[in-house]
């Protein structure tokens, strides 16, 4: 059981939205508290669950996901793939628990509605992935398109050059299809919007040196 949040005074800080940090989130938006969220990074995210820390964690300022903004590119270090024009099936990732209790959204009520709306627009087969079951890039193989409602996997898609479609907060919202995309594609520019997250995520040493505070703009 977690106690119940009392807030101090100054921005709030928090990772994730587990053990307290979703109530800490809900109390500073109702009483117009600034705080920053930090959670997995978007490209090389830290595997800290495992014990490995090395990776990036990404850095946000009163919201959960990055909004980004010009980069000129010279954090971004991973491989964009050519876009997949001859996918099959269309992945979906329905929410977490933890996604499902902060939005207060029923998992199923949520993954029934969006295979729903994705059958009424396409006879594509559908498939679905949980957090955690199996690799995603194997998902990915033969993918036409990926729907979540704010999963890091819609990064992981774009990358493989698997469009999406995203259905909540999303620092790739930019970039998502509508449903009635799915057999009308386009297929946008992912620069931009991809140079842009990795100028919101840090790795635990970036933090340290300082440089994470510079780039966020944090008052010391």
């Known amino acids: 059981m977690v106690p119940p949040v009392t807030l101090l005074e100054g921005p709030a ?5 587990l053990r307290g940090c979703g109530e800490v989130i ?6 117009g508290r600034d705080y920053w969220y930090i959670d997995h990074g978007y490209t090389n995210p830290s595997q800290h669950t495992k014990g490995e820390f090395a990776g990036n964690y990404r850095v946000v300022f009163n919201g959960r996901q990055a909004k980004p903004g010009e980069s000129d590119g010279r954090r971004f270090k991973a491989e964009i793939r050519p876009w997949k024009r001859r996918g099959k099936h269309i992945l979906v990732i329905p929410l977490t628990k933890a996604v499902s209790d902060f939005y207060n959204m029923p998992q199923r009520d949520w993954l029934e509605t969006v295979i729903r709306e994705v059958a009424t627009y ?25 729907v979540t409602h704010s999963s890091n996997t819609a990064v ?9 479609i995203t259905l909540g907060e999303s620092a790739v919202s930019d970039l998502s ?14 620069e931009p919007v991809l140079w842009g997250l ?9 933090m340290r040196s300082g440089l994470c505070a510079e780039m966020m703009k944090i008052a010391g």
Not at 179 to 185: L, T
Request: include cysteine; charge should be negative; aromatic fraction near 10%.
């Open 26 to 31: 809900r109390n500073c938006v109702d009483v």
């Open 177 to 190: 299809w509508k449903f009635g995309h799915i057999e009308n594609p386009y297929w946008p520019d992912r």
């Open 13 to 17: 800080a928090m990772y994730g939205v």
């Open 156 to 164: 992981d898609a774009l990358l493989e050059g698997v469009p999406v």
């Open 122 to 146: 396409t006879d594509r087969p559908i498939r679905i992935k949980e957090k955690g079951e199996g690799n995603i890039h194997q998902s990915l193989k033969d993918c036409w398109c990926l």
């Open 198 to 206: 990795a100028d919101n995520q840090f790795t635990l040493a970036e």
